[in-house]
T-cell receptor, first 115, second 115 residues
Framework: AQSVSQHNHHVILSEAASLELGCNYSYGGTVNLFWYVQYPGQHLQLLLKYFSGDPLVKGIKGFEAEFIKSKFSFNLRKPSVQWSDTAEYFCAVNALDSSASKIIFGSGTRLSIRP | DGGITQSPKYLFRKEGQNVTLSCEQNLNHDAMYWYRQDPGQGLRLIYYSQIVNDFQKGDIAEGYSVSREKKESFPLTVTSAQKNPTAFYLC??????????????FGSGTRLTVV
């Protein structure tokens, strides 16, 4: 069965620091990959997604993620974080070869930015 | 505006009672999903439906039931058999029924507390 691992449960950074949040998945077939963000008191929102093609995908608010198939990873990055990036971030995977359409989420990484 | 409406936002239930959470979407999406969000565990799939009058169990379906009599509605009943129902419940939908290629649209959630 597919699964998603986010090893960092809570990350604390200062403003302007660079960010990298790890995401690994376990599934040998074709996948679609997502990062979702949940700002305090708000809905989950799609940050970026990978379907095919260029493994470096750019999302909203300066975020990007790189799909490395050989490592089963889809890490999220941002060169310089802002206080407004404080949120919880979820990596998610949709296994395309499976019979059902459902997205499996990681346990989330809480990002706290010190002003 | 198109979107997903979950109601109520907060719900209190006495032990031993069943309670139903509402989820309505006007996006004309085929697929709908219920997730449960607990701190440190991310989102776990309860039930999903790819088409009207059809639904499948997710990873943690025990103690829950659903129906999909209309395309736009996917209510979740938390029964008295659910041993630990206090949680934040999220409803989502996706545009197609075969793969969730476009990612999900999420509702704002219902926080259920058992008293």
């Amino acid at each position: 069965a597919q699964s998603v691992s986010q090893h960092n449960h809570h990350v604390i950074l200062s403003e302007a620091a660079s960010l990298e949040l790890g995401c690994n998945y376990s599934y040998g077939g074709t996948v679609n990959l997502f990062w979702y963000v949940q700002y305090p008191g708000q809905h989950l929102q799609l940050l970026l997604k990978y379907f095919s093609g260029d493994p470096l995908v750019k999302g909203i608010k300066g975020f990007e993620a790189e799909f490395i198939k050989s490592k089963f990873s889809f890490n999220l990055r941002k060169p310089s974080v802002q206080w407004s990036d404080t949120a919880e971030y979820f990596c998610a995977v949709n296994a395309l070869d499976s019979s059902a359409s459902k997205i499996i989420f990681g346990s989330g990484t809480r990002l706290s930015i010190r002003p | 505006d198109g979107g997903i409406t979950q109601s109520p936002k907060y719900l209190f239930r006495k032990e031993g009672q069943n309670v139903t959470l509402s989820c309505e979407q006007n996006l004309n999406h085929d697929a709908m999903y219920w997730y449960r969000q607990d701190p440190g565990q991310g989102l776990r799939l309860i039930y999903y439906s790819q088409i009207v009058n059809d639904f499948q169990k997710g990873d943690i379906a025990e103690g829950y039931s659903v129906s999909r009599e209309k395309k736009e509605s996917f209510p979740l009943t938390v029964t008295s058999a659910q041993k630990n129902p206090t949680a934040f419940y999220l409803c989502a939908s996706s545009i197609d029924s075969l793969t969730a290629n476009y990612g999900y649209t999420f509702g704002s959630g219902t926080r259920l507390t058992v008293v």
